[in-house]
């Protein structure tokens, strides 16, 4: 029972992974860069709710309502002072300048709340479970971060399918020039899908607070996390990034439960497991080359 | 019509060859007339700017951005420690012995992460380099999590350790600086220029993109083991956390994009800037790292090219010039 037990949490906090992974997969799909600096952007999310719950005493998930749109406007600037300005060179200008900015959070956090970790407490919420029967219970908690990764995807799936912004989004990935000359501004497009990415991540930041205790340099491990649910995912497919969470997450558990060093470094090797033997992931949609 | 030549060599770069001349003639005689504590942070800067002309060699000729070169200086660092330690060879010659373990580690690591395209190439490259600092953080013969300190120099006085290391620096710095340089100027360097700027293009002018792309990255495993090597030899204890540390490549980054990515002389002036920027800011800790992050990326944005960029397209000066021009003679 103990690795029923053991795999189930690895499936819930699949759930937290696939918050993380999210806008990461979304700004590729669209832009295809990646922001070095998504994990130090979930971090500075929950050094936001730590602020707002020391300084009024809100609740964390309160908290949400705050840091969210905070976080999405700071995408939303992002790309359109800093980002917007590098289109058309090639990866290497978005790739270095996240990753300074990465650096730049890192330190900033560092100067503004110490190096000790910090947790977030949601009063009482993080510690309530469900008893399953046969003694296996999950967390109330790690549940809900399950649905709302769900309903994220959910969400997402029906912006990009069904609406007119998701379709120009769809347009935008698959040929910018074209799209352009239908009238698409894409880098109004880049703002909107930063803004997604970073309201995402912020949320996956207060939830990962709350969850477990987190510090200044906490954002580079979520960032691989999420890139690896991707990768073990498969690129272009928002509910591979769900299932890629869930594999990382389960091989986090096993590989802890063997021995308690080994849980990251197992969910590492599961993913060069998985991209030596499957290379564009497990879910990958046949897409143009490029 | 007026003759025409095509040369490479300009006055810029005559002026060049006699300062770096003067150079290694300074570094040469340091001992007779620095102190050790000269010494001493001269290995540090020689490690910085071969870290930086390695990534430099990574990102500005070869279009590869690796965020996991730290892999290669904790490799080379243990393998320091494991060759002059457990298996008694000379420590001095492990420097040179641990940068071809790095290269050999390079090939089944690019086995890995060249199956990565552009950006998640970056991404790839920094989970390996985590996974190799966990694998050393599991290994009891290497010290888990506390690390390993190097013996092996105990018996020799301090002053000829000292010296012993201090040669070793200059001789690789030489090495990587000449190496590269020699490297990008031959036939293949023509090639990897090529590839960078169009790999299709390049593959249909018959240049083999991916051998000359894994060239290249084995070729910087080596100049970055021997530098974490050198490291090491010089702080005397590896850990992983330490020796694995992304902050190796974010210097080698910083220094690279302030000084001028894709030239030779950008990390050379890269290096300059960080050292003075480090000492006197150092005490400022993590707003000295803040300021660094903020002038890389307003490089990037602003001038690209960075510092020597800007000296080269105002001035139209080479120091070490890789491109033949068309000369009049009339």
């Known amino acids: 029972m103990a690795w029923v037990d053991t795999v189930l949490q690895g499936l819930l906090l699949g759930g937290l992974y696939a918050l993380f992974a999210t806008g990461l997969s979304l700004i590729f799909g669209v832009m295809r860069i990646v922001n070095l600096a998504h994990g130090d952007f979930s971090i500075l999310a929950a050094f936001g709710a730590v602020a707002l719950v020391d300084a009024l005493g809100w609740n964390p998930l309160l908290a949400l309502a705050a840091v969210v749109p905070a976080m999405a406007l700071a995408g939303w600037l992002l790309q359109r002072v800093v980002l917007n300005r590098l289109l058309g060179q090639g990866i290497l200008p978005p790739v270095l300048v996240t990753f300074g900015l990465s650096i730049v959070i890192q330190n900033a956090l560092l100067e503004a709340f110490s190096a000790d970790s910090r947790r977030l407490d949601p009063g009482g919420l993080d510690t309530a479970s469900l008893a399953l029967g046969a003694g296996l219970a999950v967390g109330w908690f790690s549940l809900v971060t399950l649905l709302v990764a769900v309903a994220v995807l959910v969400g997402l799936q029906l912006f990009i399918g069904r609406t007119r912004l998701g379709r120009a989004l769809r347009a935008s990935a698959d040929d910018p020039g074209t799209a352009a000359l239908m009238g698409i501004d894409d880098r109004r497009l880049y703002a909107l899908a930063m803004a997604v990415s970073l309201g995402i991540v912020a949320v996956a930041g207060i939830f990962l607070g709350v969850r477990t205790t987190f510090s200044f340099s906490s954002g580079p491990d979520r960032l691989l996390f999420a890139f690896e649910a991707v990768i073990i995912g498969g690129l272009g497919s928002l509910w591979g990034t769900l299932v890629g969470g869930c594999i990382l997450g389960v091989a986090q558990t096993t590989g802890a439960r063997l021995s308690p060093g080994w849980g990251i470094l197992t969910g590492h090797l599961v993913f060069l497991a998985v991209l030596l033997l499957r290379p564009h992931g497990l879910f990958a949609r046949p897409r143009r080359s490029d | ?330």
């Open chain 2, 1 to 330: 019509m007026a003759p025409v030549a095509v040369e490479r060599g300009t006055r810029a770069s005559r002026a060049g060859a006699a300062a770096a001349a003067v150079a290694l003639a300074a570094l040469l005689t340091l001992p007779l007339w620095g102190g050790a504590a000269s010494m001493r942070q001269l290995v540090e800067i020689i490690a910085l700017l071969v870290l930086a002309q390695m990534w430099n060699l990574l990102a500005g000729y070869a279009g590869l951005i690796s965020i996991g070169q730290q892999a290669y200086v904790g490799l080379g660092g243990y393998t320091l420690v494991v060759l002059a330690d457990d298996l008694g060879v000379d420590p001095f010659v492990s420097v040179a012995l641990a940068g071809a373990v790095a290269a050999l580690l390079a090939l089944p690591t690019a086995a890995l992460v060249f199956r990565f395209q552009g950006a998640y190439f970056a991404v790839g490259t920094w989970a390996v380099a985590e996974v190799y600092r966990l694998g050393v953080a599991n290994t009891g013969a290497l010290g888990r999590g506390t690390g390993r300190t190097l013996k092996a120099v105990f018996p020799l006085a301090r002053e000829t350790r000292e010296l012993v290391t201090y040669f070793v620096a200059v001789a690789l710095g030489v090495a990587a600086l000449v190496g590269v340089y020699a490297f990008l100027r031959s036939r293949f360097g023509l090639g990897l220029m090529a590839v960078r700027d169009s790999a299709s293009a390049a593959d249909t002018l018959g240049v083999d993109v991916f051998r000359t792309q894994l060239a290249v990255y084995v070729l910087a495993a080596f100049g970055t083991g021997a530098t974490g090597a050198l490291v090491y030899l010089n702080l005397l204890r590896v850990s992983p956390d330490a020796a694995f540390s992304i902050n190796w490549t974010a210097a080698a980054i910083f220094i690279v994009v302030i000084g001028g990515l894709g030239t030779l002389e950008g990390p050379v002036i890269g290096t300059a800037v960080y050292f003075t920027l480090r000492e006197t800011l150092g005490d400022y800790g993590s707003w000295y790292m803040i300021l660094l992050g903020a002038l890389a990326v307003g490089a990037m944005l602003v001038y690209p090219r960075g510092l020597w960029g800007l000296v080269a397209d105002r001035w139209d000066v080479r120091l070490f010039p890789l491109e033949r021009r068309v000369v009049s003679r009339g």
